[in-house]
């Protein structure tokens, strides 16, 4: 339940510094990309669309993404997800408790975007 809320709650967050903060808007403008932020078992997922400086998101597990990100389950992508060092996410990589699925330079683009909202 705390990751569903997680997922939507940065959905939220996202779409509010796609109007408000400027660096993310101009981050943002000219891509368009489809994250889906998932447990493995497909449970819980979000897919976050960004359209050339727009946001939406959809709930649930929809296979037309760029790029998943997979988390082994929903306790451990919600404790690395509000981990605030810099290293957590490629951590739980190398521990095999996040997969990429799809282009992974769309992650690194991601990642790279949530440096500038949080």
Known sequence: MKFSIL???LSKIIWIAALTNKAFKHYIRNTSARILIKTKDGQRARLIIFNKGKISSLP???KDFDVALVWKDAATGFSVMIDKSDDASFNAAAEGKLKVHGMSIYAQWFEDGMKLVM
């Open 7 to 9: 997922l939507f709650a």
């Open 60 to 62: 649930g597990d929809n």
